[in-house]
């Protein structure tokens, strides 16, 4: 019998080819289209994943692939199509390009979370992700899954941090905003009058933070009842000298020790920091309130702490 020629080998292989020849066609840049479709519902898990990670797998396949019943198949191709995103979400028009694309949208919208993370934190490191599907995956109740977007997309602008900080989607994404690199004045203003405590000692120990000097005091004024927020003032570099004196009579004995050995100090804080008796007299809140005054941004309000 004369041996069969390619295209009728793969067909072959396809349907009744061993495991390692299955798998061999189904990672094949050159596979016919067709083949890889039909790989794709293949009844071996190792073989649909193949599929799923080939770049070349049809439209068809993806679609298919975007319903498998095997999580990590979907984890798989989410990481593949999400890479994509940006050429996909610029050529809808083409049909084949619309089936990948609606299988990426099922695949951000998929009941598993780790699923969601797939896509989430592939299009976080794209700077240019489409805008939609980035806040959509934003404002996604999951931890696991906005975090990545939130405190590493590029594509989110300063209007977009400050909507999740107004309005957030679930526990921590306030805090995951406040750990962003560079941010804003204008969004950690936002942070500060949120009242959330997490978020706000996320913001101090973020170095890139841009606080403006009246939501600084407020957190210093707050370090007095929140204690989470202690530690993190004093590493806060180049605090304003009132609100370091201010700040080195509110702290609790345990943050003051370590405080007082650091170097750098205003010679007036280092003193008063050495006044202080181990034992709390003169400790937290003892010191009369620091006037302290100051005008926010456009005028928005006015603090006065005497």
Do not use: Y
């Amino acid at each position: 019998m004369a041996p069969l020629d390619q295209p009728h080998a793969d067909t072959h292989t396809a349907f009744r080819g061993s495991l390692a020849e299955r798998m061999a066609l189904a990672r094949r840049p050159d596979a016919a289209p067709e083949l890889l479709v039909l790989l794709a519902a293949d009844a071996v898990e190792g073989v649909r994943r193949t599929v799923a990670e080939n770049p070349a797998a049809p439209s068809h396949a993806d679609r298919l692939l975007a319903q498998d019943a095997v999580a990590s198949i979907r984890i798989s191709l989410a990481r593949k199509l999400a890479a994509q995103a940006a050429e996909l979400a610029r050529s809808l028009t083409d049909r084949r390009i619309r089936l990948a694309w609606d299988a990426l949208l099922l695949l951000a919208q998929d009941l598993a979370q780790e699923v969601r993370h797939a896509v989430a934190d592939t299009l976080a490191d794209l700077p240019d992700a489409p805008h939609d599907l980035v806040i959509a995956l934003a404002r996604d109740a999951a931890l696991l899954v906005c975090e990545p977007l939130i405190r590493l997309s590029a594509v989110l602008t300063e209007g977009d941090l400050i909507a999740l900080v107004r309005e957030p989607p679930g526990a921590g994404s306030r805090a995951a905003v406040a750990g962003r690199l560079q941010l804003a004045p204008p969004v950690c203003e936002a942070v500060v009058e949120s009242g959330d405590i997490a978020a706000m000692a996320a913001l101090l120990r973020n170095p890139t933070s841009r606080i403006p000097s009246w939501a600084l005091a407020v957190l210093v004024e707050l370090a007095g009842e929140e204690m989470c927020l202690q530690e993190p003032l004093t590493c806060r570099p180049s605090l304003p000298p009132a609100l370091l004196r201010r700040l080195a009579a509110l702290v609790a004995d345990d943050v003051l020790s370590q405080w007082a050995v650091r170097a750098g100090l205003p010679p007036a804080v280092a003193e008063q920091l050495r006044a202080r008796a181990p034992s709390g007299e003169g400790g937290p809140g003892r010191a009369g309130r620091l006037e302290w005054t100051t005008s926010r941004e456009k005028g928005l309000s006015h603090i006065s702490f005497t």
